[in-house]
């Protein structure tokens, strides 16, 4: 458009222009490049170099991690491949990437990628050999925690790490798991951020798993739900906090009878989970007193009063009232979702 009839200039350079344009077309020409030589089964360092350049300038190019699995199974099968040449060539490939994860962290080719030529390590390479590969993937992973701590695609990525550390020792009767010190380390990041949602949900994971593996009892089960209620108790000092509630509230399905099979606690007495319900419903209700406007105590209490009548077959018209009047507020504090709390009103007024 012009402006006083002065035609308005483009605010950028004629020559950012031309560079963008010249970086688009050597993009594409080594696009194609890469692709003729892969059809041509041109399996070469130089090959292998285009794809590296790729991948930096596109790690979301799929195809291209496909074509670099290719060069790299053709070199694992040459004859002369012996297993210093395969551990070179695994230390080069994720040396290559971990730059690569820095920069983008959230990329699935990366991680996939990574975890593949790891796993070629365990296929192609003595057990001593590949799991020292693997240890130090798990440092690895601890320092991109460390700089990102909320990353989930790391702490999917940790996981994996630890199962195959773990695959490593399944046939040793003295080899300890590394479930419990996986659950102190999910302590650990938790403790340096309360808003990590990924480390809460990490360790339902861990924490399940230790359980099973330590053929728990019932009581010795009941003893770690209290530890890990008082532990959200202390952690719930911003209730404005929404990880918190989630961990919270995972907790809270121990006590829901459809749900405590699959829980930590499963065979708690339906007397023990009104018991939890209610004190958890005392301890959200003294939240109130300073954060009336924080929508997610009154989603807590709500539950809470939806599982005690679960337990108890029936709503008193006491809790009734209640969750009929948290609801109103909830219409107010989030009314985005207000057919969500109408829905809820609906069948309490049944």
């Not at 918190?244 to 009878?257: G, N």
């Not at 004190?279 to 807590?300: F, G, N, R, S, V």
Request: hydrophobic share 40%; net charge negative; charged share 30%.
């Amino acid at each position: 458009m012009a402006s006083h009839g002065v035609p308005r200039q483009s605010s950028r350079p004629v020559e950012n222009i031309e560079q963008k344009r010249q970086q688009i077309q050597e993009y594409r020409d080594l696009d194609h490049s890469v692709r003729k030589k892969i059809v041509e089964r041109c399996y070469t360092p130089e090959t292998l170099q285009e794809i590296s350049e790729l991948l930096k300038r596109n790690p979301e190019y799929y195809s291209v991690w496909n074509y670099r699995r290719v060069i790299r199974q053709a070199e694992f099968s040459q004859d002369t491949a012996s297993d210093q040449s395969v551990a070179a060539i695994i230390k080069s490939d994720l040396e290559f990437l971990f730059p690569l994860l820095r920069s983008f962290p959230k990329c699935y080719w990366i991680w996939n990628y990574r975890l593949w030529i790891l796993d070629e390590a365990k296929r192609l390479l003595p057990k001593s050999v590949a799991y020292e590969f693997w240890q130090k993937e798990l440092a690895l992973v601890g320092k991109m925690l460390s700089m990102d701590s909320r990353n989930f695609h790391g702490w999917g990525y940790r996981r994996f790490v630890v199962a195959a550390l773990e695959d490593f020792t399944a046939h040793d009767s003295n080899a300890e798991t590394m479930t419990q010190s996986e659950v102190d380390y999910t302590k650990k990041m938790i403790g340096a951020n309360l808003s990590n949602f990924s480390a809460w949900h990490n360790r339902t994971k861990v924490i399940y798993k230790l359980l099973d593996e330590q053929k728990a009892s019932d009581q010795e089960r009941k003893k770690v739900l209290d530890e890990e209620l008082n532990f959200a108790h202390k952690a719930l000092i911003d209730p404005y906090d929404q990880s918190l509630w989630f961990y919270h509230q995972s907790l809270m399905c121990v006590f829901d009878p459809s749900l405590a099979a699959r829980t930590m606690a499963p065979n708690l007495t339906s007397a023990e989970r009104l018991e939890y319900v209610q004190a958890e419903k005392e301890e959200i209700k003294d939240m109130l007193e300073e954060c009336t406007d924080c929508k997610w105590i009154y989603q807590a209490l709500i539950q809470c009063n939806l599982i005690a009548a679960k337990i108890e077959g029936a709503f008193s018209e006491v809790d009734r009232a209640e969750v009929i009047g948290w609801l109103g507020v909830l219409v107010q504090l989030d009314p985005l979702r207000k057919g969500h709390w109408a829905d809820i009103e609906k069948t309490l007024r049944e």
